[in-house]
């Protein structure tokens, strides 16, 4: 069964930081561009980084640019999203998503539709 599984989130005050993490199963990430995305209610799905399937090229939305790093492990099947300096902007549910190809589009990558198999998403909430 192919899975995705987000984990790392939670309550974190302005400031901090968390890491996420994306665990694919069901299936070599080897062979995939990943990306991370954020949704709050009644907000379009937005893209927050993506990362090509070696971790050689990746993107980010200039709302996190210089304070988010994505990453990736293939060997453990992973990725990550290294969140620093977090605002209450950033209170999101994020998901990790996978592309069908080695190399996500540049301009593109943050189109919802272009990914497939998704996680359930992992609360990240910034606050005092």
């Known amino acids: 069964q192919l899975q995705f599984v987000e984990s790392g989130g939670g309550l974190v005050q302005p400031g901090g930081s968390l890491r996420l993490s994306c665990a694919a199963s069901?299936?070599?990430?080897?062979?995939?561009?990943v990306a991370w995305f954020r949704q709050a209610p009644g907000k379009e799905r937005e893209g927050v980084s993506c990362i090509n399937w070696n971790g050689g090229l990746t993107n980010s939305a200039d709302a996190v640019k210089g304070r988010f790093t994505i990453s990736r492990d293939n060997a453990k099947n992973t990725v990550y999203l290294h969140m620093n300096s977090l605002n209450p902007e950033d209170t999101d549910v994020y998901y990790c998503?996978?592309?069908?190809?080695?190399?996500?589009?540049?301009?593109?990558?943050?189109?919802?539709?272009?990914?497939?198999?998704w996680g359930q998403g992992t609360q990240v909430t910034v606050s005092t």
């Open positions: 998503a996978r592309y069908p190809n080695f190399v996500p589009p540049v301009p593109g990558w943050g189109t919802p539709a272009a990914y497939e198999y």
């Open positions: 069901g299936f070599n990430l080897n062979n995939y561009a």
